[in-house]
């Protein structure tokens, strides 16, 4: 069997139990799965999420997306929008970037019988509206939260699905899904030579000033303990797990599944950038110098009063051992670092939803906001 196949089918196990949907390695993808959906393999420059969004008000799942964006042109310059965004990808913070946040737009809300799901469009550049999921447990007053970002192949479907939004639920966490720049719905009126890795600097920039815009959200609405945020992240979404918790000290645990990382050796040895017939560009000081201050490898060090979990796996070829090793170095004493030999390992460990239970217990045991209603609510629910 060959190792594409041998990824495919236990991959395959992973995301029948809501478990593990991580992104297939392979030349195109990033780590440990393909969304659901995608059965073949196609170039980094025709990948799915580089497509233009459908315009129809719903999937399959009869939820609709809230994003829709305009036709893409700036009506006073003539420019796309996104050339008229003014905002300093290679900065953790904010400053001095121009992000205004719009007021958020509620879309569908979703009552089920142990959570309700919103749907929000959430707005601070050009351009760029965010299908962002908040999904809240009932019950409870205040809860404890994680984001979840997933792989750049990963649109918003499993945050539609009802069986992941009960597992990441159960015990009294909210989770928060959305997915990152250049990504999925994001990904619009660009040209389609660009993709998540061409454009490095700003999908990670952008996602990590997200992520603040994100965490004010969640401020407003008054059901979330700001006290108790977590993230989980995959492949490249852990690698912006790690930078916005760097730049966000209200997120306090960091789940890391195969962050990429040491960006001179993935770039030149990662299955991910393999068949971009740009590659060679990615090499070259101008890209690695704009990359440089986005490097987990840097930023991990810092994170000593962060929990931290960070999980890879031997047989992952978007990954490259050299980088994993970087990694596993850089990361603090407190981290704790798992290892696999294979994703079938992973698979009896982690599934069954066992995957999400290391991040909810560790944002459940930070200190809960002075509030004795939220104690005996969560102690009501067990």
């Known amino acids: 069997m060959s190792s594409s196949v041998k990824w495919i089918a236990l991959v395959g196990i992973l995301s029948v139990s809501v478990a593990l949907m991580a992104q ?210 995959q492949g490249s979404g852990a690698t912006i797990a790690i930078l916005a918790a760097a730049a966000d000290s209200r997120i306090k645990a960091i789940d890391l599944l195969e962050p990429w990382g040491d960006w001179p050796v993935w770039l030149a040895k990662s299955s991910v950038v393999q068949e971009d017939p740009e590659k060679a560009r990615y090499m070259k000081k101008d890209f690695l110098s704009k990359v440089a201050p986005l490097d987990p490898v840097k930023w991990l060090p810092t994170l000593k009063n962060t929990k931290i979990r960070m999980q890879q796996v031997a047989d992952n070829e978007s990954n490259p051992p050299e980088c994993q090793d970087r990694l596993k170095k850089a990361a603090p004493k407190q981290a704790q670092v798992e290892h696999f030999d294979s994703v079938a390992q992973m698979t009896t460990i982690e599934g069954g939803g066992r995957l999400f239970d290391w991040i909810k217990d560790n944002v459940h045991s930070l200190p809960a906001e002075k509030s004795s209603k939220v104690a005996v609510a969560r102690n009501a629910g067990k």
């Open 24 to 233: 297939q390695p392979s030349s195109k993808s990033e780590s440990m799965s393909a969304p659901a959906s995608a059965n073949s393999e196609t170039p980094p420059n025709k990948s799915k999420e580089q497509q233009p969004p459908s315009n129809s008000a719903a999937d399959a799942t009869g939820i609709p997306s809230m994003a829709n964006p305009p036709a893409g042109i700036d009506p006073k310059s003539g420019k796309p929008l996104y050339e008229t965004i003014r905002e300093n990808w290679a900065s953790l913070s904010v400053k001095g970037s121009e992000l205004t946040p719009e007021p958020p737009l509620l879309g569908q809300v979703d009552e089920q019988e142990k959570f309700t799901r919103n749907l929000l469009s959430l707005k601070w550049r050009p351009g760029d509206p965010i299908d962002v999921y908040v999904v809240v447990p009932k019950g409870l007053p205040k809860a404890p939260a994680v984001l979840y970002l997933y792989g750049y192949q990963e649109d918003t479907e499993r945050f539609k699905d009802d069986r992941w939004c009960e597992r990441v639920t159960s015990g009294g966490v909210a989770a928060v899904g959305f997915v990152s720049a250049l990504t999925g719905h994001r990904f619009h009126d660009r040209p389609l030579k660009q993709w998540f890795v061409s454009e490095l600097q700003e999908s990670l920039g952008s996602t990590v000033h997200d992520v603040k815009f994100i965490l004010d959200y969640l401020n407003s609405r008054g059901d979330i303990d700001m006290s108790r945020i977590g993230m989980f992240g």
